[in-house]
């Protein structure tokens, strides 16, 4: 019998590749950069949308709940249920949604009192992004519906003449609702303070029987 031994070949060989022009392997990245871009853009979700409680709306992509926005916002952004979207489409639709989101609470803060604009900015930052809190503040200051210096005048008037405060009580209540330092220094010039007067209706409030 022979005594030679088996040679095993291995399954792999590994070579060094010849090197290529640096323009051929800048061809291979941007290929692989427009393969992942248009695999990306075929990716798409299913759309859905179901009556809320009132006039809300509330989405889903592939069935699972993303969003909610209200009747007249859907109707102006309608997408009939089961439409394919695409992340971008999506991305575009809640940027309204949220802007349409802004407008509302925006609406809702002012009908109940004034407010500044640092003050509204940060009640709408609990529930809205940035982007849609500021497109939404410059709309209202746009339509003349915030205006510091107005807002200003009335609530130094309102503490003087009804809740009878003093000056440096005034101040810290139109500093704690955001209005500018300069703003209420200002209108404080502007007004006709009669420190004894108010001294007198406090005394005599306190006292009276």
Request: proline share 1%; with cysteine; hydrophobic share 35%.
């Amino acid at each position: 019998m022979s005594n030679k031994q088996k040679v095993h070949e291995p399954l792999f060989h590994i070579s060094k590749r010849a090197s290529m022009p640096w323009y051929f392997s800048w061809l291979i990245r941007l290929g692989s950069i427009l393969a992942a871009l248009i695999v990306s853009g075929i990716v798409t979700m299913i759309l859905t949308h179901q009556k809320g409680r009132g006039n809300k709306i509330h989405l889903f992509l592939d069935g699972e709940y993303t969003a909610t926005t209200d009747e007249n916002c859907w109707l102006d952004n309608y997408i009939s249920d089961s439409t394919d979207i695409s992340e971008e489409e999506w991305q575009d639709l809640l940027v309204k949604i949220n802007y349409k989101k802004a407008l509302n609470k925006c609406a809702d803060f002012l009908s109940r009192r004034d407010h500044s604009v640092k003050e509204l900015k940060t009640k709408l930052l609990r529930t809205v992004d940035e982007v849609s809190a500021q497109k939404a503040i410059e709309r209202y200051i746009e339509a003349g519906y915030l205006d510091d210096e107005k807002y200003c005048e009335r609530l130094i008037e309102y503490l003087f003449e009804v809740k009878k405060f003093s000056v440096s009580n005034v101040k810290q209540e139109c500093f704690k609702r955001g209005i500018d330092r300069e703003i209420v220094d200002e209108k404080l010039n502007e007004y006709d303070i009669d420190s004894v007067s108010t001294i007198v209706e406090l005394i005599n409030g306190k006292y009276s029987t």
